[in-house]
Structures are given as C-alpha cells and as structure tokens.
C-alpha cells in the first residue's frame, strides 16, 4: 500500500429486517454491492471501512469520526424516508469528503421520474408520454388514450419496484383505477402512468474515466423465451426471483445486436440524458426501441447496482474493463474533486458528450475496444519494423491500463464510429512541463484529410490544460520521412537538435520542440 491512496468509506443503507418485507431482494443487494466493492478496494491497496446507515439523521456521527476524505456512496434508500438518501452527497460534502457517483440534484432529479422525462422531453430527447396520479386522488379515465396501452408504476422507486404484468393495461380497461390504488397502498407515493412503448429493452452504460465518458458495450433483455402473451418487460420477478420463469427467461444479450446506425442513436441518446441529468462518475440508461427504430428513454440510474453479477459489471467485462479498474476510476475521479474544486473542473468525473464535428470525426479518450484497429493501421502505413510495432503495442497496452491517470496518455481521432487516427503523448521524466508525442500515427486511407492535424491539436491541448509549456517529438532524419518532417513544421515545431547515424548508418534522429506558453 502507497502513501498516494486515499482512505476509503464505503457508506450503505442498512436493509430493514422485517420477517417478509416487501422487495426485500432489493434492499439486500446492496450488501452485494459492499463487499465487491471492498474487495476492489483490497485488491487495489486502499485503506478502507464501512459503515451503514438506517437514516440520514445517523449520517452525521459517522462522518465527524471517519478521517477517510474519500465516500464510496452505497445509499440507495433509507428506513421511514427513503427519498433522503438523495441528501446523503450533499452531507458528506458539508463534511468536507468527496463522493463518489451522482451528486444530491442528480439524485433528486432522476428519483422523480416524471420530473426526469420532463427535463429530458425539453431538451429534445425522447421520452413515453406519461401522467401521473397523485397519492389519494382518484384516476380519471379521461386523462387516458383508450386506444394506448400503458404501464403503471411507482413515480420514485427503482430496481423494478412496483412493476408487475398486472400493471400494463389499455387506457380503456376499467381494472387500471385498482392497478393505480395499489401503487398508492403498497408504496405510499404517487403513481405514473406511462405509454407502454416499443419491444426491445436496451441497457447503456456509461462510465467517466477521468474527462472521458466512455459508452460501455451495449446490452439488450432478450425476452424472446417469455411465454407467449407476457409482456416483454423487466418486472421485480425478473430481476429478483431467481427460480422465477421471469428471471429465467430474460437473459442479457452483449453486445446487442443492433445496426451501427441505432447503436450510434443509442449512444448518443444515453450521453445527452446524463448530461442532462447531471450524472457524475457512472450510469445506466434504459431505453425502449420499437420495430421501426424509433427510441424512448425509460429511467436514468445514476447510482445503478453494481453488484458483480448485475448489468453494469457486465458491460465492464464486456470492454475488457475489469471491476478494479471501474472501482479505480470512481476513486480517482472523486478524488480530483476533493478540497472543494468545482463539479464541472477538467477530469472532474462527469459524464459528458464529447461534441461531435460537423464532418462526423471527433477525437476521444482510447478505449479496449479500439486496440485492433490501432495497431491494423499502425501496421498498414509500411513505416514501422516488427520490434516497432511491439512497442507500439506495449505502449497502447500501458495507456489503457493506465487510463487517465497513467503516464501514457492514449486518444484516438475518430471518423464514422471508426478509429482512423492514433496520438499518445506523456510527461517527460525529470522535467517540469515537458512532454513527448511518442506516436501519431494516420490510417493510410485517411492521411491528407487533416486526421494528423486533429490529433495533434488534441494532445496539444490537453498537454497545455496540464500546464505543459514545451512539447518534444522524436523522429527519423531520412528522406523516407520526408512527409512526416513536412508535417511537423507546418504545425510550428523547430528543429531543435540532430544525431547522426542514430537509427543506423545514414539515418538520423531528429528532435522537433514546440513551445506551448
């Protein structure tokens, strides 16, 4: 264990443990939850305790005696008020710690889901057309579409909470008013009432590696073993009663197989909802799509379950992320916001859409996913020996396992959905401010189009966000490499130093500088 890891407090809500409690599945996952997470955090070598709570009223003697800076936040609901487990980030700041996951507006927005789907519906994103039926009052048949069919669940509950078959009906069946009086008995809050829409149930993950929202591999519910008449919904039974037909029967598909044109629409649906929403570190979407292509965003989860066996985990280990290395990412992204900095700070952790330019190509933090295709076109340009390409390879292998705290820094430029671009840069040891480009390379297909030129003005950028002031790039002195000298001139570096004969007998190594401030 280092001097560098921060003390870590898992804080949870303790289940209630009342003999047939209702949703009781629910409540104990959390503990599922806590022990993975410490185990990450073993394995990892932070030091670390936990601690669980009943009520927010007990939250404040835990922190005035924990010395931990960093809350691995676990609250997902506490005894007699569940709601205010939304106010726990905001204590734990009061207490001068950094939290992990969503902030207090984030969880207090997405915990109202009509509330939610009308933030979202106002900036564009596409979200069922709902009411809702306060708690007492009496539905009115009127507010109804007879023609639709629609699904009654509790306004603020997650985990399928309340979401039963029973509870999907025309607007013209009679039987909806004793559905919507159920919710209002059970849950004690008022109920939504939701067009129910498309057929397919696509899960987004979405993680934040420092400035990076990173879009996990997209999963589908395969409903497709339902028995005939069921309908195609993740119900309470199908996400908690193991030896039920439901859980047996919706089995998660990784990737989801969908076209390159939905899973883009996808993507970006998921991004824009938690940027809406102001998710931080972590998040899942749910969306609807139908058989015309069309999507509805469901439910944004900005602290989904992440016990190892749940959706998230899944799409880690799906992009080759293991649950360490999401454990590290929340950890070290909270950690960046610690000592008061602001929430919207570079690398603070949000989970934001990188803008796409108007030609389609955007540049973005390197994921697994693109290793393959990096090294495919760092082999095709013809410019590199074997031991070259094991160290193109060693290297890319290093930044990902790094991520954004590691000493190399991996981005790709990215055109169509399609990696065509390669810059990896890293601070030079020993020095204050200084930094090489240890590799940009272009696909060969796409050289000329101004690819190289992205890429470089994005490491240039993030090096001088750094405080870099001087940016050094190594390269061959032969005619071979002509156009890569070209290239670097007309991008204001200098030739600052020569070695004759470096590389072999007649091939120089040639030092290019270019300051940044």
């Known amino acids: 264990m280092t001097a560098e890891r921060p003390a870590v407090l898992i804080l ?37 305790r936990r601690a669980g709570i009943r009520r927010l009223q007990d939250l404040p003697s835990v922190l005035r005696v924990s010395p931990h800076p960093i809350v691995f936040n ?39 889901k009509h509330r939610t789907k009308a933030v979202l519906g106002a900036a564009g994103i596409p979200v069922p057309a709902g009411i809702v039926v306060p708690l007492g009052a009496v539905l009115d048949p009127a507010s109804l579409d007879p023609a639709v069919t629609y699904i009654v669940k509790p306004l603020s509950s997650d985990a399928s909470e309340g979401i039963t078959a029973d509870g999907i009906r025309r607007g013209d069946d009679p039987g909806l008013a004793a559905v919507v009086g159920r919710i209002h008995a059970d849950f004690q809050q008022p109920a939504i009432i939701e067009a129910f829409v498309g057929d397919r149930e696509i899960n987004v993950s979405v993680l934040a590696r420092g400035d990076h929202a990173e879009v996990l591999p997209l999963a589908e519910i395969d409903f497709s073993d339902l028995d005939a008449g069921r309908p195609k919904i993740v119900d309470y039974a199908a996400k908690w009663h193991v030896e039920s037909h439901e859980y047996q029967s919706t089995r998660r598909l990784i990737p989801a197989p969908v076209s390159d044109d939905v899973a883009e629409r996808l993507r970006r649906a998921a991004l824009d909802a938690c940027r809406v ?37 899944a799409a880690l280990a799906a992009a080759g992320l293991s649950y360490e ?27 934001q859409q990188d803008a796409p330019a108007t030609d389609e190509v955007r540049t973005r933090h390197t994921v697994p996913a693109d290793r393959d295709r ?73 050289q000329g189009k101004g690819i190289g030129r992205r890429a470089m003005t994005e490491a240039e950028n993030r090096i001088r966000a750094r405080g870099g002031r001087l940016v050094v790039i190594e390269t061959s002195g032969s005619g071979r490499y002509e156009g890569t000298q070209q290239f670097y001139l007309r991008l204001g570096y200098h030739e600052a130093a020569r070695a004759a004969d470096f590389y072999g007998p007649g091939d120089d190594k040639l030092v290019y500088l270019k300051r940044l401030q």
């Open 12 to 48: 949870y809500n303790l289940p209630e443990s009342r003999v047939g409690k209702a949703h009781a599945e629910s409540e104990a996952g959390v503990l599922v939850e806590v022990k993975a997470v410490a185990a990450a955090l073993t394995n990892l070598g932070y030091p670390h």
């Open 74 to 112: 676990l609250v997902e609901g506490l005894c007699e008020r569940p709601e205010e487990f939304t106010l726990v980030p905001a204590v734990c700041r009061a207490f001068g710690k950094s939290v992990t996951g969503s902030d207090t507006p984030c969880l207090t927005l997405t915990l109202d």
């Open 277 to 313: 929403c102001g998710c931080t570190d972590y998040a899942r979407v749910d969306i609807r799509l139908d058989s015309a292509g069309a999507l509805h965003v469901l439910e944004i989860n900005p602290n989904p379950d992440i016990s190892p066996e749940a959706g998230f985990p």
């Open 325 to 351: 290395a999401f454990v590290q990412a929340v950890v070290q992204n909270a950690m960046r916001r610690h000592g008061g900095r602001d929430r919207s700070a570079d690398h603070g952790g949000l989970l």
């Open 374 to 446: 990096i090294l495919t076109f760092v082999e095709a340009t013809g410019y590199f020996k074997p031991y070259e390409m094991e160290i193109a390879a060693e290297v890319l292998d290093d930044a990902l396992a790094g991520g954004v705290d590691g000493h190399y820094q991996s981005y790709v430029v990215e055109k169509s959905g399609q990696p065509v671009g390669w810059v990896c840069y890293g601070p030079t040891p020993c020095t204050d401010g200084t930094y090489d480009i240890y590799w940009v390379v272009v696909a060969p297909d796409e």
